[in-house]
């Protein structure tokens, strides 16, 4: 009995033994498949948090886009700023508007001051200043042509043919009033007196200058500070 009881138990020693190792099995491999499955999870964790060292480099998240809202790229040089400003200056040209005159203007332009002068055939003797100004609209301001000539504006010295509706002028003369008279193109002059005292006529411009013994100074788009518009520059 006692040797058929030993190996018995003995059977049974190893017969536990074996059971013990077969329930150990999926012990350890569910231990194992749960210890995988938490490395996974840390190491996708870890991918998806930016580096501290990559962040510190950069200034900013990995993740982050390298091309702004704007279309242009980043960078630490100001490139995106620049490109903005050559779109910018590479548009149509800026449209500039012709210089106004900062003084004040004749009631009547060129052709107007012509056709007035045309239509004109007397004059207050020796009024060659206000008749002038008169064809024009322009109010008194000086007391005599030479005078005039001195502040005029937009003058032309010596030119012998002033455009049309320019006043021309001349110094000298017996008293040193000098003499003013409204061009009508080509050389020619609407002038008082040239026709006889108090009659005015169309001469040509060298004809005051010779017969009048008058000094020529020349032409500009103005008489007493006021411009006539519309007078061509050269």
């Not at 630490?76 to 903005?84: K, L």
């Not at 301001?141 to 043919?161: E, L, N, S």
């Amino acid at each position: 009995m006692s040797s058929s009881f030993n190996t018995a138990l003995q059977l049974a020693l190893r017969t536990s033994d074996w059971v013990a190792v077969v329930l150990a099995v999926p012990v350890v491999a569910i231990t194992a498949a749960v210890a995988g499955i938490r490395h996974t999870g840390v190491e996708t964790a870890r991918a998806a948090v930016p580096d501290s060292a990559q962040v510190a480099q950069t200034g900013h998240d990995a993740r982050e886009p390298a091309v702004s809202r704007g279309g242009f790229q980043r960078d630490t040089g100001g490139s995106a700023r620049h490109a903005a400003a050559e779109v910018i200056d590479s548009g149509a040209p800026v449209e500039r508007k012709p210089p106004v005159s900062t003084g004040p203007l004749a009631a009547s332009d060129a052709a107007e001051t012509v056709a007035s002068a045309v239509a004109s055939s007397s004059n207050v003797p020796g009024q060659c200043l206000g008749w002038s100004r008169q064809q024009a609209e322009i109010p008194s301001r000086y007391p005599d042509a030479a005078t005039a000539w001195t502040h005029a504006t937009g003058r032309h010295r010596g030119d012998p043919v002033p455009p049309e509706g320019a006043a021309v002028y001349w110094t000298g003369g017996s008293s040193g009033h000098g003499h003013v008279a409204i061009s009508l193109g080509r050389g020619k002059v609407r002038s008082t007196d040239a026709a006889g005292e108090g009659s005015v006529a169309t001469v040509p411009l060298r004809s005051i200058t010779r017969d009048w013994h008058l000094e020529y100074a020349g032409w500009a788009d103005s008489i007493n500070g006021y411009t006539i518009p519309g007078v061509a520059s050269a």
